[in-house]
């Protein structure tokens, strides 16, 4: 730290003759040419001043004139996917609006909801209500409960994939909804919510992180997506384990470019309905 020592108080001296001061105590003769030098004391801890305020102004100059620093890359990147969802959710949303009006109409003419919600994780552990059009009976938790009680083969395939190839409780338009993977399209309205995004990993329930074992933290690093790299790299052709890798690669490798092509690719995998849930 810069100190100001003692010789501060002849500037004050100087500056204002008429104010008393302690150097005003010491005499010298009058006829004399030259004052003598008053004795040497020592310093006074009320007469050291430490120079902080100079410090300060000094430090407060050089910050104004320090330029701006450029925006962090990944704040750049999430700025840019968040457009490109927003604009991306808007447009699909309006091209798509009378398939959206038909499959409602079909669904409401069944019994049960036209949208099913059910709970799943998001980005940061957060969980929200993810859309989709129901495609199953409407008591499908209460028969899967049953399903798996009576089958245990069935057990076994639900335990390791968390999903049924064949599951009985899919109805006819659900069936249909699937292979062409309409039924996800009121996942839109969760990306304008902010609560996913068109590109990123599978949204998975709580009960499925210990899959994710060490790669958990990269998975909830990201927003769930409507499409992904396991949607347009096998699906339901994937095991558990390589859906978990193909997340977890995602969340470290991404960027605009990627997230552009795997909407591409998407679209060629819905209409040959390869690999379909």
């Known amino acids: 730290m810069l100190y100001q020592d003692a010789a501060i108080d002849l500037d004050r001296e ?5 104010r008393d001061s302690e ?3 010491f005499p010298w003769h009058p006829d004399s040419a030259v004052p003598p030098a008053p004795p040497a004391r020592p310093l006074k801890a009320a007469s050291v001043v430490p120079l902080v305020h100079h410090v300060t102004h ?3 100059a050089h910050v104004a004139l320090r ?7 990944q704040r750049r990147g999430d700025a840019a996917k968040r457009l490109l969802d927003i604009v991306g959710a ?3 949303t309006l091209l798509l609006s009378p398939l959206l009006l038909v499959v409602g109409l079909v669904l409401a003419r069944q019994r049960g909801p036209i949208i099913y919600r059910h709970a799943r994780t998001g980005r940061h552990g957060r ?4 859309l989709k059009f129901r495609t199953m009976v409407p008591n499908a938790e209460t028969a899967l409960r049953e399903l798996l009680h009576q089958d245990p083969q069935l057990r076994l395939e639900w335990q390791r994939d968390q999903k049924l190839r064949h599951d009985p409780r899919i109805t006819p338009i659900g069936r249909f909804l699937r292979r062409t993977s309409l039924d996800e399209l009121p996942q839109l309205w969760n990306v304008l919510r902010g609560e996913m995004s068109l590109v990123g990993p599978r949204p998975v329930v709580r009960e499925e992180w210990a899959r994710y074992g060490r790669r958990l933290d990269s998975y909830l690093a990201a927003k769930p997506g409507v499409t992904g790299l396991w949607q347009v790299m096998g699906r339901s052709d994937s095991c558990y384990r390589r859906r978990v890798a193909l997340d977890s690669y995602y969340v470290r490798k991404r960027t605009f470019l990627l997230d ?5 690719r998407t679209v060629v995998v819905v209409l040959r ?3 379909a849930c």
């Open 127 to 130: 969980t929200f209500g993810c």
């Open 23 to 25: 150097l005003s105590a």
């Open 14 to 18: 100087t500056a204002d003759p008429n």
């Open 58 to 60: 000094h430090h407060a």
């Open 67 to 73: 330029p701006a620093r450029p925006l962090n890359p």
């Open 90 to 92: 808007l447009v699909l």
């Open 273 to 275: 309905g390869r690999g």
């Open 260 to 264: 552009v092509l795997i909407l591409l």
